[in-house]
T-cell receptor, first 112, second 115 residues
Framework: AQTVTQSQPEMSVQEAETVTLSCTYD???????LFWYKQPPSRQMILVIR????KQQNATENRFSVNFQKAAKSFSLKISDSQLGDAAMYFC?????????WGAGTKLIIKP | DTEVTQTPKHLVMGMTNKKSLKCEQH?????MYWYKQKAKKPPELMFV???????INESVPSRFSPECPNSSLLNLHLHALQPEDSALYLC??????????????FGQGTRLTVV
């Protein structure tokens, strides 16, 4: 079975500081993609960053970066210089075997 | 144009009503999806259309009826819904369901309330 686990229901961080959101996954496939999506109160699901399983280099997108540990099946998201606009639900997702499997989500609170 | 447009944004309907949700994309994507999302939960897949053919129906009750008139449009027809069907309904599209590097683009959703 393919699963995605986000063990932190809620995280908070001071504005301008760094926060890391955790995600672990399980799949028997060798070819897969991992995604972090952000869903702010506006409801739209927005892709933050994605990682191809066969690439060892960690993906980065401006203030967002991932720590992809393939052997440990871990895919954490680091947000640097947190901004008020980063407040949202963050979902980790695995695309494998033609399915998109979602984690339960982490609510990120930014303290001004 | 990297948008998926959903209408309406909000819908309140009675249990005997018939209504439809609409989703449109002009990115040339050949896979389109309907998801149901309850508050603070991840989206749950309902239907997948691939090349305008229904390829997945995740055991969704027949009171939800999807339709894909063409490659850009996806509808969800609603009839005799129950209050527990109240949720955010998200539409998404991707280039091709069978490509591993497929990125899904989402609409803003329709907030449905069944009274």
């Amino acid at each position: 079975a393919q699963t995605v686990t986000q063990s932190q229901p809620e995280m908070s961080v001071q504005e301008a500081e760094t926060v890391t959101l955790s995600c672990t996954y399980d799949t028997s496939e060798s070819d897969y993609y991992l995604f972090w999506y952000k869903q702010p109160p506006s409801r739209q699901m927005i892709l933050v960053i994605r990682q191809e399983a066969y690439k060892q280099q960690n993906a980065t997108e401006n203030r967002f970066s991932v720590n992809f540990q393939k052997a440990a099946k871990s895919f954490s998201l680091k947000i640097s210089d947190s901004q008020l606009g980063d407040a949202a639900m963050y979902f980790c997702a695995l695309y494998s075997n033609y399915q998109l499997i979602w984690g339960a989500g982490t609510k990120l609170i930014i303290k001004p | 144009d990297t948008e998926v447009t959903q209408t309406p944004k909000h819908l309140v309907m009675g249990m005997t009503n018939k209504k439809s949700l609409k989703c449109e994309q002009h990115m040339g994507h050949r896979a389109m999806y309907w998801y149901k999302q309850k508050a603070k939960k991840p989206p749950e897949l309902m239907f997948v259309y691939s090349y305008e053919k229904l390829s997945i129906n995740e055991s969704v009750p027949s009171r939800f009826s999807p339709e894909c008139p063409n490659s850009s449009l996806l509808n969800l027809h609603l009839h005799a819904l129950q209050p527990e069907d109240s949720a955010l309904y998200l539409c998404a599209s991707s280039q091709d369901r069978y490509r591993v590097n497929t990125e899904a683009f989402f609409g803003q959703g329709t907030r449905l309330t069944v009274v």
